[in-house]
């Protein structure tokens, strides 16, 4: 079992890598045909309100199903649970997509009046052809939850890449013709290839349809606890929205120079944060079936100390080299010098947002393995509140780089909120042995972050690729000893498994 386990993770791991180099790659592809132009600021603008639904769709299925899903499997009710939510979801996604897409012309208009009129209808049109991606992911988040579920972890991430793949084909089959919008079209047949394809991978094991008898007591008892967690999902992408919102005051190309930092800096959130948080969820959730809260302590304590002790070094490591990375990745085409020093810059701001959601990502997988996801919808609602408060102070002071600064002080309001109420309700766990691992952590990023600015500010070459690497390999060496020598309790763990192997 925990073989199977083993290799599931590792999988999921490299799958996830992969995503984010999709990602990546699709960012790459927008800056070189629309540099920072008002083209790339429409899209952008538009693509966040139907990605706050797709989102709340998937990331809040996952959350509300996997626990739902195994309780339903243990009284033999699977089957009969995963046939409602699919024809549930399915419905409620075609209402949003409808009403999304025909009150396109009045959201754009209201949320961006400072849009020039080509812009504005960009964003129209944009929002409403990824609206009607909404209602195939509806269908697609019941089926990915399920294959997390069932520890299938890497199938799940494998259909999200299908998607940005197929945006990335469109962008350069058709970008010269019919510009942004051919990326969102390419959005659109994603979801209906991935739907297709997981479709196939459980058509023999289960028969799923829209149509059909809808068990309304199954749903009433189901998305009490689904919303919750999902409108805390969307939470994130409002606070996101609030931010694009205030950039579009500013100059052209600021909601570029955001989205586009914020995406680069938020990759280690999601390669590792992500992973992490998912690997464990599911033995948080059997552990609390199982009433063993010992072991559910045990689980987040050290999620939380593994999380920081890859994370941070991580985010030092991306400050160091952010321009060299910007310029790297994306100067190139339309997308210029001046535009990956303005990246950076909004970069730097954002890195406290990363280190404090990815915490905040086992925290609430404790919170939604004890069905409590209520309380993280109340600490995510008024984090709206001090988004809006952050944003107009900040944005005074600094202009747009006040926006990746209030995500980062929003983020350590979210991480000390969720922290201190789930540490009161579990009646306290091993609060020394966190902090000793905290400071040991930090102790080791420091010793690697002096040495390794030290050593770029004598390199005897300039090209951003060398630079990079040469960077990388001696910071990840130098945090290894250090975190070794220091006996940092991940770091041992990582060895006692490769040496095991061994």
């Not at 209520?374 to 944005?395: C, K, P, Q, R």
């Not at 600094?398 to 009161?424: D, K």
């Amino acid at each position: 079992m925990k073989r199977k386990l083993g290799i599931a993770s590792l999988l999921f791991i490299i799958i996830s890598l992969l995503l984010k180099v999709s990602g990546l790659v699709r960012d790459m592809v927008i800056a070189y045909y629309f540099g920072d132009s008002y083209v790339a600021d429409a899209y952008l603008a538009a693509f966040i309100i139907p990605n706050t639904f797709i989102l709340f769709m998937t990331t809040g299925m996952k959350n509300a199903f996997v626990p739902s899903y195994t309780e339903a499997l243990a009284h033999g009710k699977g089957a009969n649970h995963l046939t409602q939510i699919f024809r549930g979801n399915g419905w409620v996604s075609l209402l949003v997509a409808l009403i999304g897409a025909s009150a396109a012309p009045l959201y754009i208009r209201l949320l961006y009046p400072d849009f020039r009129p080509e812009a504005t209808d960009i964003a129209v049109y944009a929002s409403m052809i990824l609206f009607i991606a909404v209602f195939f992911t509806g269908l697609n988040a019941v089926l990915e939850a399920l294959f997390d579920a069932q520890s299938k972890y890497s199938l799940s991430v494998t259909s999200q890449i299908i998607v940005i793949s197929t945006s990335i084909i469109a962008a350069f089959l058709f970008a010269d013709q019919i510009g942004a919008y051919s990326i969102a079209i390419g959005y659109v047949v994603g979801t209906i290839i991935s739907l297709l394809f997981k479709k196939i991978l459980i058509g023999k094991k289960q028969k799923l349809s829209l149509i059909g008898p809808i068990q309304w007591k199954e749903l009433k008892t189901f998305y009490p606890i689904f919303i919750p967690v999902a409108l805390t999902v969307a939470v994130g992408q409002i606070n996101l929205m609030i931010g694009t919102v205030y950039a579009s005051k500013f100059s052209e190309g600021a909601i570029t120079y955001i989205n586009y930092a914020k995406n680069l800096v938020h990759m280690p959130q999601a390669m590792f944060g992500v992973t992490i948080g998912t690997i464990i969820f599911p033995l948080l959730a059997k552990a609390t079936a199982n009433k063993d809260y010992d072991l559910f302590k045990k689980g987040i304590a050290q999620g939380l100390t593994t999380m920081y002790f890859i994370l941070l070094p991580a985010i030092m490591g991306m400050m160091l080299l952010m321009p060299n990375i910007i310029s790297l990745l994306y100067e190139r085409g339309a997308f210029t010098s001046e535009a990956t020093l303005s990246t950076s810059y909004v970069a730097y701001f954002y890195f406290g947002s990363v280190l404090f959601f990815s915490l905040n990502q086992v925290i609430n997988k404790g919170f939604y393995s004890l069905k409590k996801g209520h309380i993280i919808l109340t600490i995510s609602g008024s984090s709206i509140i001090l988004t809006f408060i952050l944003n107009a102070i900040l944005t005074k002071w600094l202009g747009y780089l006040g926006i990746p600064l209030a995500a980062s002080l929003n983020g350590l309001f979210y991480v000390v909120g969720t922290f201190i109420i789930f540490f009161r309700m579990m009646n306290g766990f091993s609060l020394r042995f966190l902090i000793t691992e905290y400071v040991k952590v930090t102790l080791a990023v420091a010793i690697m972050s002096v040495a390794v600015y030290g050593t770029k500010l004598v390199l005897p070459f300039s090209h951003d690729l060398w630079i990079i690497v040469v960077i990388a390999v001696m910071g990840a060496m130098i945090y290894a000893v250090s975190a070794w020598l220091l006996k940092i309790q991940s770091m041992q763990i990582i060895l006692s498994k490769f040496t095991k192997k061994l």
